[in-house]
């Protein structure tokens, strides 16, 4: 989890208590993020700041679909990403909205946070074993012979576990109920 | 309007949305859920008494292990769909999880199946259809109306991202609330007979819920 995401979630948290100065904070906070995901998405400014104060006007009306055991970052790209595809819906333009999930972000602090959030979820779906040889190997980027010996088990253990971990990382992803 | 008025007007939203907060409980979600599900119910139960009235042994049927199996059918349907009902009003909702929709239709399944291995096939005509097969879909569907405006009332505050697929789960709890309340007055306590049509009223408000969600649970 980024210190972004804790910043938005715990002024989040305290707005909903009712805590103005922290619901300034986090409107102020979230406006430019969201101008940049509909400014990247869409060619006109006036779209883009229409767009950018109906997701607000969202976030407000509908802030009690925020649960407070969830990250805050995903809760409210759902809301942009929805009420983007309304948008092209209201304006009958087709969007393919696997190409809108899929774009790559440069530098998007959206894919990045959201992507981290579900990793970190991921990951601590596998035993304590299977994240410390994922970490290793396909995060930090050791060889499969340094993890081993970090871990101190056999190098045919390290894989196993990377490629079990994988397997199911993978089959949550896709749903699957365990 | 300039890019920079339109961005002032952007700076006074804001402005009027923190003049305007108000705390927000935390389990204001399940509570409005609530209100819109008893409300709902409450009309259709009173729809069911006022109109054809309460099956006239219901006194006598407590002690009958079928219609509790069968009230326990309804409810245990209504219970797991409006759990994923409830889940689908969160907009970064991810459609997954409905696979314990059918799991109350399985456990009630062999109790069907025993009844129809306990008697001859000459009969299973007569259990299938009971007392009001003709009547039973299409009461239950009528009397899940309300229920099911109690739902979407609760939804218009509720922010689903897959309309259609909420539309269609709210139908299936709708349904599944009315066939509870329906027990009151069907006479049919066979397992066969709700297993058919009780099902066949939980995916036709499905069908229509999900059709009708699609446009009216958009905001």
Redesign the interface.
């Known amino acids: 989890m980024t210190a972004e995401e804790d910043n938005l979630k715990d002024w989040m948290t305290r707005?909903?208590?009712?805590d103005?100065a922290a619901?300034?904070s986090l409107?102020?906070r979230v406006?430019p993020l969201l101008r940049a995901f509909f400014k990247r998405r869409l060619r006109a400014?006036?779209e883009t700041?229409d767009l950018?104060?109906e997701s607000?006007?969202?976030l407000?009306?509908?802030?009690?679909?925020?649960?407070?055991k969830?990250p805050f970052t995903?809760?409210l790209y759902?809301?942009a990403?929805?009420k983007l595809v309304?948008h092209f819906r209201r304006s009958r333009q087709f969007v393919d909205l696997n190409a809108l999930d899929q774009e790559p972000g440069n530098g998007d602090f959206e894919s990045a946070s959201v992507a981290g959030i579900l990793l970190t979820e991921l990951l601590a779906d596998l035993t304590p074993k299977q994240q410390r040889a994922i970490r290793a190997t396909k995060i930090e980027g050791y060889s499969i012979a340094e993890t081993a010996m970090a871990a101190g088990i056999s190098q045919s253990d390290t894989k196993m576990s990377v490629s079990r971990g994988l397997k199911r990382m993978a089959a949550r992803l896709q749903?699957k109920?365990q | 309007m300039t890019d920079a008025t339109i961005v002032r007007a952007t700076d006074h939203l804001i402005d009027a949305m923190v003049n305007d907060l108000r705390p927000v409980p935390r389990s204001a979600m399940a509570r409005r859920l609530a209100a819109g599900l008893t409300a709902g119910a409450l009309a259709s139960a009173a729809l069911l008494l006022l109109g054809i009235g309460a099956r006239p042994d219901l006194g006598l049927v407590f002690g009958s292990a079928g219609f509790w199996a069968k009230l326990a059918f309804a409810l245990a349907t209504a219970a797991v769909s409006v759990h994923a009902a409830a889940r689908l009003g969160r907009p970064d909702a991810r459609i997954h999880g409905l696979w314990l929709l059918p799991v109350p239709f399985l456990l009630y399944l062999p109790v069907g199946i025993s009844e129809l291995a306990a008697n001859p096939t000459s009969q299973w005509l007569p259990l299938l259809l009971g007392q009001g097969w003709r009547q039973c879909t299409w009461l239950v569907l009528l009397l899940s109306l309300p229920v099911y405006s109690g739902l979407w009332w609760a939804f218009r505050k509720f922010a689903p991202t897959h309309e259609q697929a909420t539309g269609a789960v709210a139908g299936l709890s709708s349904a599944a609330v009315s066939a509870g309340i329906y027990c009151l007055h069907c006479p049919t306590d066979t397992a066969v007979f709700a297993l058919v049509w009780y099902t066949l009223a939980f995916g036709a408000a499905a069908l229509l819920g999900g059709l009708a969600g699609q446009k009216s649970l958009r905001w």
Do not use: C
Not at chain 1, 15 to 18: E, R
Not at chain 1, 60 to 68: A, E, N, P, V
């Open positions: 707005a909903l208590d009712g103005a619901y300034h409107l102020r406006t400014d006036s700041e950018v104060q607000l006007m969202a407000h009306s509908k802030r009690l679909t925020f649960d407070r969830r995903p809760w759902a809301i990403r929805y309304d749903g109920p």
